[in-house]
């Protein structure tokens, strides 16, 4: 078992330079490729959700955290703040404060809730560089978030939605969750908001997750003391490599910030209610969630997440212009390919293999003139000769449909 | 003529929040619909033009601007560093340090160049209180911004090439771009590079603008003096509402950077040679776009760019189903649909138009009985009843095709 750093030096996923700074990796393009694949699952996911998105800058007032109470709880792992004439701004620790203006920026009525804000959002831990590391230790860590704004009779109901997205998420990327933990108050100090509070919140917590996991066989285990400082949550739990455990994603109850930035809602009494607040994680931060995948499969991802899908190999240079068409209609119809013509073809069929390349299609004469590609599926057990036509159509709809890998059997 | 804060206050593209800080505004979910259809058309011009993505961090190490040499030209316009343990911290006031990086990451050979580097990225302005101003000028300007490396043999094509692709984005939103113009040094002191670097520089972008500027009938003005401190430049400049001239567009030259990064390839000849760098803007900035494009449309969008596109309306309790599903699919078509049943007909009408909404679909028992709805294109002069079926055809590709609106003749 390798470790996503280590596969990293194959792979150029990521890659760490002392100017840009400890905890701050720039994504290469084959990494930009595998985020650009999670952050559409992440849209998909949250507006089949029926949220809506909103973009917020990533600094704020130093008056807004304090306000939120990150700078009373949270300050250590906080960037300082900057003076910008009178004011001082701050990196902000979480995303959640913004997206209570946003919603503070318009009245609401009963009627219009739940409302769901979802943002890739970038926010910021000031680790000591000491505990860095590749892409699952970072500085900037960029988060797909969600929080939803709803009446206390829909909490429950919407904290069961968001546990069933998560494990959903989690399901098409293939990452086994080891089990969910409730993460909640212990009896020490230092929480946000009243003891009936929190045991509400626990209670709805608990009965929203029941169903949810019952069907998804999870166990549910007790954790006093790990609550997020706001609230209590439901947490997905899984190992890594070597046997870490992370939280992948996370359902969690706020009703300290609805106070705070006095959120509420017009009910049906025509009267002011307060509203409950839900911050979710679905497919996670795309840091954590690469470095995840990549130990998961050791590098060689699935299908539609693969950095390079197809490698087009001509043997010769008279085949040449046939490569270069078949990888403009691999890439017109979405599919990540490239075409290598340098050097003997052992040694572009290795270059291949190390870059992880799903497909290898090999074009000589004789393919050419059948207008078929000779195909090594590397993940799978599939080697033969296979029309141009066959080849694009398999490749569309594994990439569409966010398969493992191409079903040379179908059709 | 109204500015496009006036018009905010009807439309709510976006708020702002004396807690988040002057010039940092937030996105309201029907502005964030706006940024999401910019983003994808901005993607979609930089994939077809061969760019790939990358993602890099908003902050970088005091060293890297030092490098880059924006802490000496430029630090009046920068955020102060932070402290983080021995290092400090900067919020970058550029994206084009951080892809010098990407660029110098790994080997390159001439025959891998042109690399184009694609990414909306946020940088950064200490802009002071007084200059700040909606949309058009903020602190955390989110930058359509792509940066390509190639040889100084590929340098006319390349620059022609994102003159081109950046007309295009201007010709696809509808903005009209009053002239081009060379922005050059002068003979004042504070320009990076050598006097020859300028003169080639200027040179190949002439002839590169030539031949464009002249198919799309567009003068190209002198402007000694408006260079960027690292190169030479050629700026596409619309005017806004209120007749202000503003830059929409951009191609950069940069031999500064090159040098300052020690980028390079490895020649035919074996050898390494200095690589050229083209910044280049093609949908331009999140923010100035919005602005420009809410003033140029006094906030009824394009239909493809509508927040709302289609308002639906059961004329009673009795059609609130078939509202529902007329909504979900067009939701599922990929359209933005509201359906609004409390009230007033009458009133929920005025509701639409203050939104903007494009089409106002009145759902009443005689057409529920026919599959049909009762449309008004608020836009154009179109009224009357159409089916179900065809609204759903005309909206799906008027929303694909990036139209203005439907076309109610057509088909």
Request: with cysteine; net charge negative; aromatic share 6%.
């Amino acid at each position: 078992m390798e470790d996503h750093r280590d596969l990293n030096r194959d792979l150029r996923v990521f890659a760490s330079d002392p100017l840009a700074g400890a905890g701050l990796p720039l994504w290469l393009p084959d990494g930009a490729a595998i985020r650009e694949e999670l952050q559409r699952l992440a849209k998909d996911l949250a507006h089949a959700d029926g949220c809506v998105d909103v973009y917020t800058p990533v600094l704020g007032k130093r008056e807004l955290f304090e306000r939120s109470g990150h700078l009373a709880k949270f300050a250590a792992d906080m960037f300082a703040p900057i003076r910008l004439g009178e004011d001082e701004v701050v990196l902000r620790p979480a995303n959640c404060p913004h997206h209570a203006l946003v919603y503070a920026a318009d009245q609401h009525s009963y009627r219009e809730l739940p409302l769901r804000l979802n943002e890739l959002g970038a926010m910021f831990r000031a680790e000591r560089s000491g505990v860095l590391s590749g892409l699952s230790r970072v500085r900037q860590i960029n988060l797909d978030d969600t929080h939803v704004f709803c009446r206390p009779d829909q909490a429950a109901a919407e904290a069961a939605r968001g546990l069933r997205t998560a494990l959903r998420a989690q399901q098409v990327l293939g990452l086994r969750v080891d089990y969910a933990r409730l993460s909640r108050r212990d009896d020490s100090d230092g929480w946000l908001g009243s003891a009936e509070q929190w045991r509400w919140a626990e209670d709805e917590l608990r009965a929203a997750a029941g169903e949810v996991l019952a069907e998804a066989g999870l166990p549910l285990v007790d954790a006093p003391g790990e609550a997020a400082f706001y609230g209590p949550k439901i947490d997905l739990q899984v190992r890594d490599g070597r046997g870490h455990e992370e939280t992948i994603a996370t359902v969690q109850f706020d009703f300290n910030q609805p106070e705070r930035f006095d959120l509420g809602y017009t009910g049906p009494d025509g009267r002011r209610h307060r509203v409950v607040m839900i911050h979710r994680g679905t497919v996670g931060s795309m840091e954590r969630v690469v470095a995840a995948l990549l130990e998961r499969y050791q590098g060689r991802l699935p299908f539609w997440l693969a950095p390079v899908q197809v490698a087009v190999l001509p043997v010769g240079e008279e085949q040449d212009a046939r490569a270069r068409d078949l990888a403009d209609r691999l890439r017109a119809g979405g599919q990540r390919a490239v075409v290598d013509h340098e050097g003997p073809l052992g040694a572009r069929i290795r270059e291949a293999r190390r870059r992880r390349c799903h497909l290898i299609a090999v074009v000589g004469p004789q393919e050419a003139a059948a207008a078929a590609v000779q195909v090594t599926d590397v993940g799978q057990s599939h080697r033969g000769v296979v029309t141009v036509e066959r080849l694009l159509e398999l490749a569309r709809l594994a990439h569409s449909e966010r398969r493992r890998g191409l079903d040379w059997m179908a059709g």
